[in-house]
């Protein structure tokens, strides 16, 4: 656990955001293992129905994530306010929660799970080995869900490494279960699932026998959890923002799909490859984002409001020089790149022109996660919800279809209504920030002076 209410910010923020952000490449590196063994030994169909899988997770799945950073605010606001036996019962209440819904999703994505892909007009050829994939991966939810919640509370309390061994772990059995079940037994895409699954559970596993034994605040034990109702609903009035920004941005990107899969299968293969190069090229600013929100959950909880400002220009400053020194390696070397995932000469090429648009502005990208970060760590969540999905519905899904379809850009047009949709949205968050009502958000109340 660390107390983040004193200290030097950038040196603090920057500590607790590298273990965040290792944990998320290796998270990333077993996604572009999946796809790599997948698009280089199975073929290209089945990349793109990995790929295609992987929005409609984050669709069924978005609104419980979200739902949790309610609980991680509260966490870290009751952590920096002392109140540690709030703290406790946070983390009961979340499990509770957890387990409950991740059943739900389960039973609803796999009855669901055909009706979506037929919604966004997914090839026919497709779609048998999109649903295999989809649906193992969704029988191993509770696995998933219960690692990132135990992962989102060890993080509202300051601990970002602990996270990080276990998913290394993770990781690394999942590439070689990958390894193992499709080149060296010619296993099909149902073992890249499989993989995925029990890498979970082994990690979650793990991961709840060390707390038991180890931790001084995280306990887990059926028998000792307790529902606290006042909490729960803290936590979600907080998290309900959150959970619908997360669950529209998932819809925006199985939309853009929709527009995608217009263009046939080799734009999908090209999308999905693409893709996980650039969710890399997004972790920095995504781990330094949720490592604000810490840093502002607790601060405001120990009435430390004069450090979040500071806290946020060292944020900026240390992502715009890693989100800059990404965008000139994937400039550079796009097309290199995707021919780790495949040798079609026409995917490459449309991934490689998603690469050059998209890579060359990681930095409207960075400073809109990390304001949106401050804002979320604030308790501040409904505004931000509203500028995600204006940024989303309203910019990114209608030009990317329009310039797509009425120009002769075509495809192109998906990939520039991106950078565009990032630019309206870093607008309104920094409008926002500036007129200074996130100030007044707090779950922790003191008097004013």
């Known amino acids: 656990m660390k107390d983040l209410s004193y200290g030097d910010e950038r040196k603090l923020i920057f500590r607790f955001a590298v273990p965040m952000l290792l944990g998320n490449v290796f998270q990333q590196l077993y996604n572009v293992v999946d796809s790599v063994v997948v698009g280089r030994y ?16 984050f669709l069924l799945v978005s609104f419980i994530i ?29 499990y509770i929660f957890m387990f409950f819904t991740s059943l739900i999703v389960t039973v609803g994505g796999i009855m669901l799970s055909k009706t979506i892909f037929l919604l966004i007009d997914l090839s ?27 992962s989102a509370i060890l993080r509202g309390l300051g601990d970002s490494k602990t996270p990080l061994y276990f998913l290394i772990g993770s990781v690394v059995l999942n590439i070689l279960l990958d390894i193992l079940f499709v080149p060296i037994l010619h296993f ?25 034994r180890y931790h001084k605040v995280v306990k887990f034990s059926f028998r000792g959890l307790q529902f606290d109702r006042d ?35 080799d734009a999908n293969a090209a999308y999905s490859a693409a893709g996980r190069i650039d969710s890399f090229a997004a972790m920095p600013a995504m781990s330094f984002s949720v490592a604000l929100s810490t840093f502002v959950g607790q601060n405001l909880g120990a009435n430390r409001p004069d450090r979040v400002k500071t806290g946020l220009r060292a944020t900026l400053m240390m992502t715009s020089i890693i989100s800059i020194s990404i965008s000139l390696i994937t400039v550079l070397f796009g097309r290199y790149l995707m021919r780790m995932f495949t040798t079609d000469p026409v995917v490459i090429r449309m991934g490689g022109d998603y690469l050059m648009i998209i890579g060359s502005t990681y930095l409207l990208f960075s400073t809109m996660f990390v304001i949106n970060g401050l804002l979320r760590g604030a308790g501040d969540t409904l505004v931000s919800m509203f500028i995600s999905l204006f940024s989303l519905w309203v910019i990114r899904i209608p030009v990317a279809y329009f310039l797509s379809k009425n120009t002769s ?23 926002y920030y500036r007129l200074g009502k996130w100030k007044t958000r707090a779950v922790v109340k003191y008097p004013r002076n």
């Open 42 to 57: 199975i073929g290209k169909a089945a990349l793109a129905a990995v790929g295609t899988s992987a929005p409609i997770i």
């Open 409 to 431: 850009l075509g495809v192109l047009g998906i990939w520039w209504s991106i950078p565009i949709g990032w630019f309206s949205g870093m607008v309104l968050y920094y409008w």
């Open 124 to 150: 026919p050829e497709i779609i048998p080995d999109a649903m295999i994939f989809l649906n193992i991966f969704l029988l191993g939810l509770i696995f998933l869900f219960g690692y990132n919640g135990t």
């Open 66 to 94: 979200g739902l949790t950073m309610g609980f991680t605010i509260v966490v870290s606001q009751y952590f920096g306010a002392k109140q540690i036996d709030k703290v406790q019962k946070a983390i009961n209440t979340l």
């Open 188 to 212: 099909g895409i149902w073992s890249v699932a499989v993989a995925t699954v029990f890498s979970e559970a082994v990690a979650f596993t793990a991961q709840i026998i060390y707390l038991n």
């Open 231 to 265: 909490i729960f609903i803290k936590s979600i009035r907080i998290g309900i923002p959150t959970g619908l920004q997360q669950t529209f941005v998932a819809a925006g990107m199985v939309a853009l799909y929709w527009v995608v899969n217009q263009f046939g299968v």
